[in-house]
């Protein structure tokens, strides 16, 4: 039934989708240019003024079927995700190549080769990298010590990136605490904190903020970002001290026979190789190495050279890690499968939202453009798809949207540079939007993926999608997103 209900929804969209054809758009010569150069107008407002809203069914269907087949058929899901991410993602694009031609496949070309892929690379190299990092030793979990290693997790996370910090810190953090019935609330704030709001700072941090900088936002524009986010970590942690002690108290007292091994960490040389993945995205963002057209796609050199330095470090970092080390911190490829499996159909089905964004007022989405106008505004909204949407996508989408609202017809680092210097607080609501609501699902952030996937594999009972957002996320964090609203937007 599924199947069949999706080939009649496919057939509808290839119907909406192919009048007017490429031939017929009355694209302007500016645009036009725009998108052949592969530059800020590639997602020009003559392709995004004539799509349909029915182009964004298959965007809907592969967020619904992350959201809900989990929950109700959660081993059918685990098996077929890579096929039901391919369906919605050929959903869409055979009836779009099929009614915009060349148009079309310059779009897609273009979000996979500057989007996608490096998009990808950072999260790959920072898994493999962290995966490669063993913390040893006897660490019995109280709530001094847990709130210490959320502490450490948040700062580290701006650094080598929430992907980075959950990796590292997650197991560590599960097996000092192995003893305690009460578990949950430990992996709920860790997503809050070290999968989330902790990469605020950087770039390296969360992955939305990745793609801004791809976009020309500069490197260190995100420590703007400092003020908003201190102010949610700071009663997090407090609140999560609280909760822990309540907890603790409540726990069997378990006595150890074992002597106390002294804490160590394995594989140091892998922060070496953290280290050399920031400067490549740092040195990536300084170096202006020119730019060249690979399958008309305007590339620049730095960022090509860049996603081939971290490539090499992350395959450098697994074969000089002990395969023991691997072994023992449990390390797989699976959480990092099913996130380049599931943001490949995601990046493929956000296009048409892309465009109709980028398109302003005058796209099918026109109501929400001009709805979006003031930074409360672009906070909630922004904010509030990226709980559900994914994050990065998400603040692509609002990023391009304020853009094509303000600045319609610029080149995109031409509008950038006018957006951080004329009305800067949009961008920091639509950054702080992103990056804080991702922690409101299992699927607004990448890393909330593999925390929840590696915690359930460490026997901690983790709450449905509908149990997390209900009883935790909504309950904890929407509270403090109003005061942010009133406080800085």
């Known amino acids: 039934m599924f199947l069949v209900c999706c080939i009649i929804i496919a057939g509808l ?5 192919v009048v007017p054809a490429a031939a017929e758009l009355p694209v302007s010569a500016p645009s036009v240019q725009l998108a052949a150069e592969g530059g800020g107008g590639h997602h020009g407002p003559g392709l995004g003024e004539i799509l349909s809203l029915w182009t964004l069914i298959p965007f809907a269907g592969i967020l619904l079927s992350i959201a809900l087949f989990p929950l109700f058929a959660p081993a059918w899901w685990h098996h077929q995700f890579p096929r039901v991410a391919a369906f919605w993602a050929i959903a869409f694009a055979i009836p779009f190549l099929i009614a915009h031609r060349g148009l079309a496949l310059h779009e897609i070309l273009h979000i996979y080769l500057i989007d996608y892929i490096p998009f990808i690379i950072l999260l790959w190299s920072l898994y493999t990298v962290a995966g490669g990092i063993l913390v040893r030793g006897t660490l019995r979990g ?3 010590i847990n709130t210490t290693m959320l502490v450490i997790g948040t700062v580290m996370a701006s650094w080598v990136g929430t992907t980075g910090a959950s990796m590292i ?8 605490n192995s003893w305690r019935r009460h578990k949950v609330h430990l992996v709920i704030f860790f997503i809050f904190l070290v999968s989330n709001i902790g990469g605020s700072l950087t ?20 420590l703007h970002l400092f003020p908003t986010g201190s ?5 997090l942690l407090l609140i999560f001290y609280l909760m822990d002690s309540f907890y603790f108290r409540r726990e069997e007292k378990v006595s150890t026979t074992k002597s106390a091994e002294p804490l160590r960490i394995d594989g140091l040389q892998n922060f070496i190789f953290l280290a050399c993945i920031v400067g490549a995205v740092l040195g990536s963002g300084l170096w202006k190495a020119g730019t060249f057209h690979f399958l008309g796609v305007e590339m620049k050199v730095a960022f090509v050279m860049r996603d081939f330095v971290m490539v090499g470090i992350g395959l450098l970092s697994f074969r000089m890690t002990a395969d023991v080390i691997h072994k023992d911190n449990e390390f797989t490829w699976f959480p990092i499968q099913e996130v380049a499996i599931l943001f490949a159909g995601i990046f493929m089905t956000i296009i048409p939202a ?5 398109a302003g007022e005058h796209g099918a989405l026109g109501h929400l453009i001009r709805f979006t106008d003031t930074p409360a505004k672009y906070f909630w909204v922004s904010g509030s798809l990226s709980s559900f949407l994914d994050n990065a996508p998400t603040y692509l989408t609002f990023f391009n949207s304020a853009l094509g609202g303000m600045y319609p017809g610029m080149a995109e680092p031409e509008a950038v540079a006018a957006l951080i210097r004329e009305n800067h607080i949009y961008l920091l609501a639509i950054s702080c939007g992103a990056v804080f609501m991702g922690a409101v699902t299992y699927i607004g952030n990448a890393p909330n993926f593999m925390v929840k996937s590696i915690a359930e594999e460490m026997g901690v009972a983790m709450p449905s999608f509908f149990g997390y957002l209900v009883k935790w996320s ?15 937007f």
Do not use: Q, Y
């Open 203 to 222: 770039p390296l941090g969360d992955p939305p903020l990745f793609l801004g900088f791809l976009h020309s936002v500069p490197f260190f524009w995100t």
């Open 231 to 235: 102010f949610l970590v700071i009663p």
């Open 142 to 144: 109280s709530p001094l």
């Open 474 to 488: 909504i309950p904890l964090l929407m509270p403090f997103f109003v005061v942010v609203t009133l406080l800085f």
């Open 13 to 17: 969209i290839g119907i909406a989708s």
């Open 354 to 358: 892309l465009l109709i964004l980028k």
């Open 169 to 176: 810190l997650i197991r560590p953090l599960l097996r000092a």
